[in-house]
């Protein structure tokens, strides 16, 4: 089924995850705190909305999951970026930068 | 990733919920950990992370649907969709679903026959801890000193080996719990016995003595009445007997009534104890069943043989052991080598050229033991039915391939039908990837249909199949019925085939140009690229069917020829049959004088012109081989010094029709005289042992033992076929029957006039007259037994003519349809062309030359292919060779013809076309 690209909720916070976990493996609340921090503690994660999410991009094949253990020592689900997962983010950058651009444009006429 | 993730959340739904509910705990107490660090109070900690996690359930719900849903229903409505599409053009589902039936249907059936033959394993507690023995002696002409059983040479170092061993060696292998949890012996009674219940006496072909821990050792279980026990097997033990369940149901009904009976085994009462499970028939070769099952301290009696069967030189059992929990079979046998090796040491022959000094016995390299998986019981003829098996599957391997192609094909002209559709779903925003998995969604619905309608017909094709015998003897009896592993083959083979033959044509299908095809269809001048495919489809299919048919008519070549072939005597109007008066329980001078007077009665019957016995039947492939030594002859090779014999009954010459050369057919006075011994041979022997077909008169001798040549030739008769059809003519020595030492069953020959039908009872009627008792097994015609002979060969006839011709049938109608739609599409051209002057006959060249060059390409690469496969059955193959130019002519030429006749019926059409109507047309 091809991806619904105006699903404003969905297309965004699947983004974000992949943002997340670019560079390191994180599990669940920790992909939750890095969104956090990287907006400047703007963006609250709705955890009902989280998982759903993480469940679909790894049925998409984009991120992977493993148990490990986390910095607390608790046995923890962690997710990482596949390929395919790094480029979708790439795609997934690049088309939100010509939207946000374009209602950028809209919005900065006078 | 993606669908093996999703199928695995299908597959797994229970670990994936368990591990998500764990996930989700972990987040939750992540938060209250991190509540408790803020300072807050345990309880308050709890209830602000859940809180703030929000509901756990929903959540959950939530996720699942994320992991399923999506795909299974995706799935679900390309399946509807296909369906629907399917249901729209019922002719074309017709056709595709009855080719793919065929050829799934026909590897379906001979994988049962695999199955049943070379993977099933016994019907016993734990069969993978079985092993069974055998020895690889140290050469060709080394081996045991007496044996009974199965030898083989193995390929390449032709060294000798066999499954038999000595009793005292069964003895010695039962001393070594450390490795083997049981040790069982079992040896197969040779032609059966003759087993009488009631008084009523018949020959039971499957008759095994075993050891008393065979039942048990194996894991068997009775459906009435007790198993053998080792007390069982002792000679003073009431003698006992258990049969098989088939056994039970053909001769008892199913009567429990049966167990406690005393029938009697080669006259030789034993009460019978039980019945075994139905699946169980014993561990013998593969199709074997063994129906009455005693223990082994009844073989002497039940045998008769000669002296005593636990000398330690007579190896004559095969042993089965049950691997201790843990041993490999390498450990097992390392156990057991020492024992083996002491226990053949001095009980092993070399034979030796004349001359040169004997081998002591002492000094014969010893056998090594090996160890072979016994979950499947003995192995010898499995490895022989194997070649059946793998021409087989090569076979109707080829028959799915032309179903492949045709069904291939027939998909590509769908997809060119449905060229505006896909354009359209295109055009309205379908991904391609999506097109594509709905077509293959669409082939492989097909291919399950033909499956489903395939294990139809393989029900019924296995049951053909066995009907022709592909072993040789129809006495075999298999499992065929359908197992987990017939039926995943068969979904395996319909998935691979489906996506196979779909998917060229369904990425073909979804390549088009969205322009073009909106602007009113592509190009109609000159074929397109498109047909490129369809003409390799058209080319394979049609050297497909060459390869098919080439193999037919090899073996029908093949047939003919063993038809055809002179075996040295009149193959008609000739009737055997066998008797054996000594398994019956008469001791030999009894016997002799039955088969003489047995004799005498039937060569009074009227209608019957001479009658005889011999202790060998004519062209039934059996043997007798001995050694001879002549005087003057210097042998080169071991082979040299053996020669097949036979012992003949009177008037057996005459009976045969086997004209006497020189000197005279045997006397009655031979017969009476035991003190001179004499000879006839055949002009192969008299050739390569005198060098001269001048030999009455001349002597040599059969054993070592008397110094003297004590049998002098008295005659000299044509030469004949011995054993089979297939070998040449061979040196053949006979006797005299009343001077033949050891004797068992007569094998009649009833030369006859008139219809075999009345003699046939006539006979039974003489048999009756003179022992009531005695039974009369096999009787046949000639022509029978020599048919008998030739069941492979006309397995293979049948099922390369039979699939070779159905190749020949698609090839020909993919042919037609492929040409009736060019001809379709190039109407405007061929329309352009009548317009500018092109006379009908002109276009009509055009069609055909168009097809005959496709068929020019399948028959060239059929050839050159058929050239390179039928190398395999060269062995097979008589009087014609694998590349026989003869066979490949006919075939090309009715291939051509078939093409041609196709062909030709689309260019009729081209060439009535009016141009008006033609150029009108689009």
Redesign the interface.
Known sequence: ??KDKSDHIYGTLDMLILKALQHDPR???GIADRIRQLSGEILQI???SL??????L????WIAAGWGV?D?N????FYRL?A?GRRQLGDETEHWARITGAINLVLSQA | MKLFCKLRALLRKERLDAEMSAELQAHIDGLVERNLAAGMPPEEARYAALRAFGGVEQIKERCRDERRWLWLEELWRDVRLGLRALRKSPGFTAVAVLSLALGIGANTAVFSLVNAVLLQTLPVKEPHELVIFNWLSAGEYVGPASSSGTQTLEPGTRQRTGTSFTIPMFEAFRGHPETLDQVMAFAPVWNGATVSVDGAAEIVSGVQVVSGNYHLGLGVSAVAGRLLEPTDDSPAAEPVAVISYRYWQRRFGGDPAAIGKTITVNGVPATIIGVTAPAFNGAMQAGEVMDLTLPLSLESRINRSQGDNRRANYWWVRIMGRLKRGVTAEQARASLEGDFHANARGNLRAMALPGTPAVDPAKIPLPRLRVEPGARGMYESRRTYERSLRLLTGMVGLVLLVACANVGNLLLARGAARRREMALRLALGAGRGRLIRQLLVESVLLSALGAAVGIVFSIWGVQALLALQPFGTGALQFNTDLDWRVLGFTLAVALVVGVAFGLAPALRATRLSLTQEFQGGVSTLGAGSRSALTKTLMVVQVALSLVLLVGAGLFIRTLRNLQDTDVGFDRRQLLLFDVDAIANGAPAPKARLLYDRLRDRIAALPGVRHASFAHVAPLSDSNWNSQIIVPGYVPTTVGDMHVRMNGLGPDNLATMGIPVLRGRDFTAGDASDASSRVAVVNQSFARKYFGTEDVVGRRFRTSDRTAEPDVGVVGLVRDAHYSDVKSPPMPVVFFPYAQIQSIRAAHFVVRFSGSEAALMSAIRGAVREIDATLPVANVRTQEQQIDCLMTQERLFASLCSAFGGLALVLAAVGLHGMMAYAVQRRLREIGLRMALGALPRGVVWMIVRESMSLVVAGAVIGIAVALGVTRWIAGMLFGVPATDPFTYALVVLLLASVALAAAWLSARRAAHVDPLIALRAE
């Open positions: 089924m091809p599990h669940g609340l709705e955890q009902g998982y759903p999410a993480l469940y679909r790894e049925a998409e094949g986390s607390n608790r046995k923890a689900r596949t395919a």
